[in-house]
């Protein structure tokens, strides 16, 4: 005899809406903190369309290195754009709920930008020890075409790693009063702990994706410089080696500013749970936010060419 269909629906529970909290246990002062995070992320959309509009109207500025960074200045805008919204709008508006097929589709995107960020970091520096190791083909091995490849591959690896991770939260139940998330944006790990199922799948699945995507990253960009650090060490003149490793200072700033909060966040979530959630939730904002702010001023003030071409981008845009 089949089941009523009221008794089958109850069998199953998936939540309208979660509940972003924000900032636990500085709800009373959201509107104080939203001043900063409104700069911050002003910060970062100016300074990184700044970045898009210099290499884009400054023809000295058509070179490899700076295609690439042009590149992660794009997905440091979709990055900020993709928790902008549902951030400003709890701590501005006190708006904090979120629907659950929205909840997912912000997930998706938070965490495919970030994806593309670290693959962005690691195409940089294969782009720094091609200019360093062997200058005389620089050009001619990271042409236009390839580097529009490496762009399409990023974004491939990113979507393909991160399209089942919806459809794994999708089949989980989920408890009907645990709808609170601790951030103001859907993160993969506090909207998993949401459930009433095991979620081992889901913790496994996750954790293959940090390390086949970030980790290995990771792995091949100190590659990458101790490569680069072998073929300076082999330069007859100290100020060739000097040189050479200035054109890296930005990207390594980069990739410590990037990095860092990631160690921090996966260490947190497999090893701090008995932490405070401000902890995590304060964690999870320094790895969003702050990239795509200080990204900007990194190379704006480490890159003469690139700061120049930006002044130059802001004098015409006072003089129309």
């Known amino acids: 005899m089949p089941l009523p269909q009221s008794y089958v629906n109850l069998s199953f529970f998936q939540p309208p809406a979660f509940l972003m909290i924000g900032i636990p246990g500085l709800e009373a002062i959201h509107g104080w903190i939203a001043i900063p995070f409104s700069s911050m992320y002003t910060v970062a959309l100016t300074g990184n369309c700044l970045i898009l509009l210099a290499v884009k109207r400054t023809i000295s500025l058509h070179q490899p290195m700076y295609y690439f960074l042009s590149m992660l200045a794009l997905t440091d805008v979709c990055l ?21 097929n929205a909840c997912l589709v912000q997930m998706f995107f938070l965490h495919s930008f970030s994806v593309v960020e670290s693959s962005m970091l690691l195409a940089m520096s294969f782009d720094r020890f091609v200019a360093i190791s062997n200058p005389l083909r620089y050009a001619s091995v990271l042409t236009n075409n390839v580097i529009i490849r490496i762009g399409l591959a990023i974004v491939a690896r990113a979507t393909v790693s991160l399209f089942p991770v919806p459809f794994l939260l999708k089949r989980l139940n989920f408890c009907p009063g645990k709808i609170l998330l601790t951030h103001s944006f859907c993160f993969h790990a506090d909207v998993m702990k949401q459930a009433c199922a095991d979620i081992t799948v889901n913790i496994l699945y996750g954790l293959y994706v940090v390390l086949s995507t970030v980790g290995v990253d990771s792995l091949l960009i100190v590659l990458s410089y101790t490569l680069i650090l072998h073929t300076v060490m082999g330069l007859a003149s100290p100020r ?7 054109t890296c200072v930005s990207h390594i700033l980069a990739v410590l500013v990037f990095y860092i909060p990631v160690i921090g966040v996966s260490m ?28 900007p001023i990194i190379y704006s003030v480490k890159s003469k060419p690139m700061r120049e071409a930006m002044l130059r981008v802001l004098r015409k845009k006072r003089q129309g």
């Open 80 to 100: 900020t754009l993709s928790t902008m919204p549902t951030t400003l709008g709890v701590l501005w508006f006190n708006h904090h709920l979120i629907g659950f």
């Open 268 to 295: 947190i979530h497999r090893f701090g749970r008995h932490l405070p959630h401000i902890v995590h939730s304060l964690i999870a904002y320094v790895y969003l936010v702050v990239p795509p702010v200080l990204n």
């Open 240 to 246: 060739e080696r000097v040189r050479a490793l200035n």
